[in-house]
């Protein structure tokens, strides 16, 4: 099954357990979890959980609008994008094509912050998406007060609604700004704890179809070594830490020499931290003495 395939789900009396096999083994060429997309996507289709759907509703009549949904998944769509939230860290985040999906191996992260500043009080997030990792750590500090930056209006629309939806917009604010322009940080202050996930894929590199094809090019490529925003961004924080406080970048698996090197030139010491797959994917800054 692809684009412009004529296989239809839900019609005819198909029970919801068929269409979900037939589905997933279509799938196949498409994506390497398929029966928990379509599992996924028939859930949504529903407006279930997918716990209540696989417990209670197998047997009912699968919804015609299942087959638009996979057709969609077909053609390499994300799933976060065609049923609209991902999870991250335990809470439920709205996505859109307008923000990069928060992944699994980013809570590295946010794990890294809370060992490190578990008394932070002004955090900063430099191109926050969908706020998925400023509002994970104000989730879990509650004395902390946060700001999300971001260069895109559209993403920032995103952050917000989040922040609304998860009981923050109090201690979390989305502001318009972009690193790369002088003058970006003027009235920011000094932060505690400083999260980055900035754009680190170089220009020409080979992406499954589902990230290159869907998510926003802006918070992806970063020129031919994927550093061109490390570059830029990295000697800006020592200017926007509070003395002894820490940053938190995260960097693609073959950057660490390179992004510890920009970081060591600019007074930076580094510690180095791996996501679960025994990938380098965090880098910890901390200015020396």
Known sequence: ??????????????????????????????????????????????GVTRSDLLLRRMDDPAPAEFT??????????????????????????????????????????????????????RVLDCGTG???????VLANLSQAEGIGIDRSAAALA????????????TR??????DWSQ????EGLGRFDLILANPPYVETDADLAPSVRSYEPAGALFSGPEGLDDYRLL??????????????????????????????????FATQVHHDLGGRARVIELTLRA
Not at 130 to 136: E, F, I, N, T, V
């Open 1 to 46: 099954m692809g684009e412009g395939s004529t296989k239809t789900y839900g019609i005819g009396g198909v029970r919801v357990s068929q269409a979900i096999r037939e589905a997933a083994a279509g799938l196949v060429p498409t994506s390497d979890t398929a029966r928990l997309d379509a599992e996924v996507l028939m859930a949504h289709a529903q």
């Open 68 to 121: 638009t949904l996979v057709e969609r998944r077909a053609a390499h769509e994300p799933v976060a994008y065609i049923i609209g939230t991902q999870e991250f860290f335990g809470l439920p985040f709205r996505v859109t094509a307008d923000v990069l999906i928060p992944r699994g191996d980013s809570e590295v992260l946010v794990e890294r912050a809370l060992t490190a500043k578990p008394n932070a009080h």
């Open 130 to 136: 969908s706020g998925a990792l400023l509002l994970a």
């Open 158 to 169: 995103v952050a917000s609604g989040n922040a609304e939806s998860l009981g923050l917009r």
């Open 172 to 177: 979390a604010r989305m502001i318009a700004a």
């Open 182 to 185: 002088a003058g970006w940080a």
């Open 234 to 267: 990295i000697p800006q924080l020592p200017d926007l830490l509070t003395p002894g406080g820490t940053a938190l970048i995260e960097i693609g698996a073959s950057q660490t020499h390179a992004v510890c090197t920009i970081a060591g030139e600019s007074g």
